[in-house]
């Protein structure tokens, strides 16, 4: 069983740039589809990016595609998420999340996720 923990929120401009990472342990990752969740105050919690186990497939939902980048370093035990051009829509709690996969591909579907982390917070004012 993996555990998951999320780092690198913070408060940034308009236009700023943040690096999340979701550290996991207890497991080696290599056999997990990896993903992004985002949830606002008062909102359902939301894909933002998934990347398959290799990390050679990636996906990500339409309001970031092009200003989020996902990766991971499977010698470390870690994903990533840069985010460039933060807009205040951004303003959400970050949460990575892991799945058992057999195959080299992504998963997109909140619900498929076995594993979720704690979240960390990202604002981004105006």
């Known amino acids: 069983q993996v555990q998951l923990v999320e780092s690198g929120g913070g408060l940034v401009q308009a236009g700023g740039s943040l690096i999340l990472s979701c550290a996991a342990s207890?497991?080696?990752?290599?056999?997990?589809?990896m993903g992004w969740f985002r949830q606002a105050p008062g909102k359902e919690r939301e894909f933002v990016a998934t990347?398959?186990?290799?990390?050679?497939?990636?996906y990500y939902g339409d309001s970031v595609k092009g200003r989020f980048t996902i990766a991971r370093d499977n010698a470390k035990n870690t994903m990533y998420l840069q985010m460039n051009s933060l807009k205040p829509e951004d303003t959400a709690v970050y949460y990575c999340?892991?799945?058992?996969?057999?195959?080299?591909?992504?998963?997109?579907?909140?619900?498929?996720?076995?594993?979720w982390g704690q979240g960390t917070q990202v604002t981004v004012s105006s």
């Open positions: 999340a892991a799945k058992v996969v057999l195959i080299d591909y992504f998963v997109i579907g909140r619900n498929e996720y076995n594993y």
């Open positions: 207890g497991s080696t990752i290599t056999s997990y589809a």
């Open positions: 990347i398959s186990k290799s990390g050679y497939n990636t």
